[in-house]
């Protein structure tokens, strides 16, 4: 029962703190061009 108090504060920051860094990616624009980097390594520029 002592190991439940220690370890369920930590997974909920854990938890947090993961929503906390998904909802910074979506916000600093991440996701917005998904095909681009997927064509781009098909592109010869030479």
């Known amino acids: 029962m002592s190991g439940?108090?220690?370890l369920l504060p930590?997974?909920?920051f854990l938890g947090a703190l993961?929503?906390?860094a998904f909802l910074w990616s979506?916000?600093?624009g991440q996701y917005?061009?998904?095909d681009?980097?997927?064509e781009r390594?098909?592109?010869d520029d030479d």
Do not use: C, N
Request: proline share 0%; glycine share 10%; aromatic share 0%.
């Open 41 to 43: 390594i098909l592109v």
């Open 4 to 6: 439940l108090l220690v």
């Open 32 to 34: 917005e061009d998904m």
């Open 10 to 12: 930590i997974a909920l």
């Open 18 to 20: 993961g929503l906390a």
């Open 26 to 28: 979506l916000r600093s």
């Open 36 to 38: 681009g980097a997927a």
